[in-house]
């Protein structure tokens, strides 16, 4: 299973983008899935996560500017960055906790997914 994000980019202080990260292989399915973020010298933090049902959590960093969803048929999670801020600089990752086909695609497997990062960066 592989997860690529887009959608990255420099944006000004206030302004909007919106992640995506798309999921595709062996997948059985594809349970809570997050965003992570981590900007130089510092550790890896968490944005949001959404199950697979949709109930969804959030940093309190971003709370009321961030929004996470997703669209399970095209195994897909989003995130609505609003109201952008100089701190919210940093590689953003995608994760997602995984139920894949393994061996002979008669058994399943479960994991963690990363995927390779996006970078966001907003100039004040």
């Known amino acids: 299973v592989q997860l690529v994000e887009s959608g990255g980019g420099l944006v000004q202080a206030g302004g909007s983008l919106r992640l995506s990260c798309v999921a595709s292989g062996s997948i059985f399915r594809l349970n809570a899935m997050g965003w992570y973020r981590q900007a130089p010298g510092k550790q890896r933090e968490l944005v949001a996560t959404?199950?697979?049902?949709?109930?969804?959590n959030y940093a309190d960093s971003v709370k009321g500017r961030f929004t996470i969803s997703r669209d399970n048929a095209k195994n897909t999670v989003y995130l609505q960055m609003s109201s952008l801020k100089a701190e919210d600089t940093a590689a953003y990752y995608c994760n997602a906790d995984t139920t894949y086909y393994s061996g002979s695609g008669s058994s399943v497997a479960r994991n963690d997914r990363w995927g390779q990062g996006t970078q966001v960066t907003v100039s004040s």
């Open positions: 959404i199950t697979s049902g949709g109930t969804t």
